[in-house]
């Protein structure tokens, strides 16, 4: 089984620096909720967002959904091959069973995302924990642990695929962000950092094409 993590990801409530901001402050009052309690999106809150820390990295819950409903249409997935974790950049988990489909209407999927990361549900279909990024490697203890970045070596998807097929419990960090890499700490963790492509190409084609090869592998 595939344990695919959807790393670093720009998914995360209105951090406090900026839920007083205007943008979120309308937002939150249209959907009859606290700013706190709304989804970061850079497509309304991209001025309040200049001030954050990584700025650039953060704020795109669509990229999430979109990478998510990629994975979680495979046939693999669909037969219980790909073990999904979301781990998100200011460090929760989210753990998906098994077989798990999000909704396929970002809007169902923002407010349900929402409500997993106000309430923190510790069981269930989806559930959520925080953790750092080396410490779920540590939890998953795979035997291959790889990232896929511009920075890695140079590798085909086919060759990953046969590589990650000789393991019996591998990872593959795919990248839940629009812009920059992994850090530091994360890419410490790894066995391997690899490059796909000559292009950096969006995570929900790295994560179709990946599972597409593996499914090949057989």
Known sequence: ?????????????????????????????RRGIKSSETLLDRSIHHHAMLKLLDGAKRGRPDLVHLTLLSITSTPLYLEGGVK??????????????KRTRPPKSYA???????KLLVERPESGLISVHESTLPALLD????????????????????????????????AVLIGGFPKGHFTPETVAKL???????????????????????????G
């Not at 409530?13 to 309308?26: M, Q, T, Y």
Request: no cysteine.
């Open 1 to 29: 089984m595939l344990n695919l993590i959807i790393a670093e990801a720009a998914l995360e409530l209105v951090p406090h620096e900026i839920s007083g901001h205007a943008s979120a402050r309308n937002e939150a009052k």
């Open 84 to 97: 999904v974790y979301i781990h998100t950049g200011d460090n929760t988990v989210l753990d998906l069973e």
């Open 108 to 114: 169902r999927f923002r407010d349900l995302v929402q």
């Open 139 to 170: 939890r998953i203890r795979p035997d291959l642990a790889v990232g896929l970045s511009t920075q890695g070596k140079t590798s085909s998807l086919e060759a990953l695929a046969v590589e990650l097929s000789k393991a019996s419990n591998p």
């Open 191 to 217: 066995d391997e950092l690899v490059r796909i492509h000559r292009e950096s190409l969006d995570a929900h084609v790295v994560a179709a094409r990946l599972i597409y090869e593996l499914e090949r592998e």
